[in-house]
């Protein structure tokens, strides 16, 4: 049996990783191309600067931050945010680089995030999409949201992680 071993470098590679100082310029050029889409329309959990970047690649507490990575390049950008402020439902959302959306990488992304807050302990997990972002809760509804509530031109959705949310497709 010959057994083959490929190397492949960096660059060409496809993660989902937390946040770190090294990711600095990678998240704070991410922020600058969605502020450049206008998507801080339907996306604004945060303000996107580089001193945000700075923050959030720094950060330590209870909430989660994470990027989907080829290489140096941020591909997505995913949070789990509340466990701070004591909440025991997250709060999730992310967002994907524009030249990237349509490819299956939300729901890769929004798998994986899931999964962190399963290995968390979370049973269920919450998410905001703007009125106006279909594209978003179509996904969010096959992956097992459920839209009850709209407030301030948002639904919410929930997700109950033992039961109904998906796991990515491959």
């Known amino acids: 049996m010959l057994l083959q071993l490929y190397y492949y470098p960096p660059e060409d590679r496809l993660e989902f990783r937390g946040l770190s100082p090294q990711d ?14 206008g998507a801080e329309e339907f996306f604004h959990p945060h303000p996107f600067t ?5 923050s959030k690649c720094n950060y330590a507490g209870k909430d ?29 959302g992310i967002a994907i680089h524009p030249d990237f959306r349509g490819r299956g990488y939300g729901r890769l992304l929004m798998g994986n995030l899931h999964a962190a807050a399963r290995w968390r302990g979370a049973r269920v997990i919450r998410l905001k999409v703007e009125r106006g972002n279909d594209p978003a809760r179509k996904l969010y509804e096959t992956l097992g949201y459920h839209f009850d509530v709209e407030r301030n031109n948002e639904f919410v959705g929930l997700c109950d992680l033992v039961k109904q949310c998906e796991a990515p497709r491959s």
């Open 64 to 92: 989660l931050y994470y990027v989907l990575a080829g290489g140096k390049r941020i591909v997505g950008y995913g949070m789990l945010r509340g466990w701070d402020e004591g909440h025991e439902i997250p709060s999730l």
């Open 50 to 54: 580089r001193r945000e970047a700075e």
């Open 24 to 37: 600095v310029e990678a998240l704070a050029d991410f922020f600058d191309t969605l502020v450049k889409s």
